[in-house]
């Protein structure tokens, strides 16, 4: 795995001239592989750093959830360095966090370190799921943008398995393997922090925040030599230049309440399918379905390959069936899963392998919906005058939810029982599911333009 996403990157960038947007995509959404292994990889060494700081209850979940506190600080504030400083250069911090983040805490002999560079990971984490994904859709022609901007969560996913298998691997080298589960991840960091070197700005970035428009053009030419001057057009008739470039715009105001609403029931709708909660605590769920500790272990690489092969089929039909039409088929297949999880448990049915079937079933059907869809719709459905802002909004409610469904779980499964917590997420579907048949617009084929206008106007 490690060598097909090295050696992709590489070719992107090789061929630069002939796939430059392809490349450019593929550069960034590295930040997304490294974004699913950070949020991946604690869990196979969350039980060796309990034993090894022989920390109490409190402390050991305070170091679980520390990189997510910093996700949801760096989700909350990633707009402001993005519209300030521009997309390349917060990207550059991005990878700098992750760097530091992973050899930080594989050297840690102080547990208040390791926190601290937990922490920042977790701050790399949020900034790059509000960037990312913007940058992405800004360079994307619209009739590829969904699956550009996809390979975001391609590489989400793609890192949670990697670390998954890579915690299942490096389990075997001993009581100190923990360090080598985290330190790894400063290869892909550093690689990460070289390749941004060759990406550009993004051209509405240039354009609403610097008005430079011939610099912003170059790159529109780069990107469809044969609509730019119209785009270019488009970008500066769209009515956000004078509000984006004084960065007075207000997010939360009455012309911008659709998109708003949209970004935040979308991203609720996405923590409470109980996707966080398996993805951080797979093999409890596994041994409370009574497989053994190695099996679960083993179970979570399971996991990690399901949600990579049904991503990548996600990502190769977001742009031909549109973007609802994954969420509607979806939602069906979430409930019906999560039931199905929910009513194994109620008949206490443990011993077999039901509740690992179901779950995956799960994982492949979130793959193919809500979890390529995400990032995509999000990025799209604001105006460039407050697309930053609207991502960051997005972003940090996903990522409150994120932590709130993952500090909540181990009570809730402990107290209430398999049955009724998934029972409870699957309910969240059924709601869900009227969000999307009732609520979420088509976004596929449309420019970011169009697709503005229409959102805040209808």
Known sequence: MWYFAFSLTIYSITNMSKHSVLAWSVVVALGGFLFGFDTAVISGAEKSIQHYWQLTVFEHGLTISV???????????????SDRFGRKNTLYFVALAYLFSSVGTALAEDWSVFLGFRFLGGLGVGVSSVVAPIYISEVSPAAQRGRLVGLFQFNVVLGILVSYLSNYLISQGGASSWRWMLGVQAFPSLLFLVLIKFVPESPRWLILKKGAMDAALRILRIIDPSNCEQELAAIKSSGSVAAGASGNERLFSAKYKKPVMLAMLFAFFNQVSGINAIIYYAPRIFEMAGLGAHSSLLSTVGIGAVNFIFTLIAINCIDKVGRRLL???GSFGLIASLFLVAWTFHQQAYGG?????YVMLFIAFFAFSQGAVIWVFIAEIFPNAVRAKGQT???STHWVMAAIIAFCFPYLAETFGGAVTFTFFGVMMVLQLLFVWRWMP????????QIGTNIVLH
């Not at 990189?67 to 360095?81: E, F, K």
């Not at 088509?442 to 333009?449: A, I, M, N």
């Open 353 to 357: 392998f039901a509740i690992p079937a």
């Open 327 to 329: 969420m509607l088929v």
């Open 67 to 81: 990189a997510l506190i910093g996700t949801v600080i760096g989700s909350l504030i990633g707009s402001l360095p």
């Open 442 to 449: 088509e976004t596929k084929g449309k420019s970011l333009e």
């Open 393 to 395: 909004l997005g972003s």
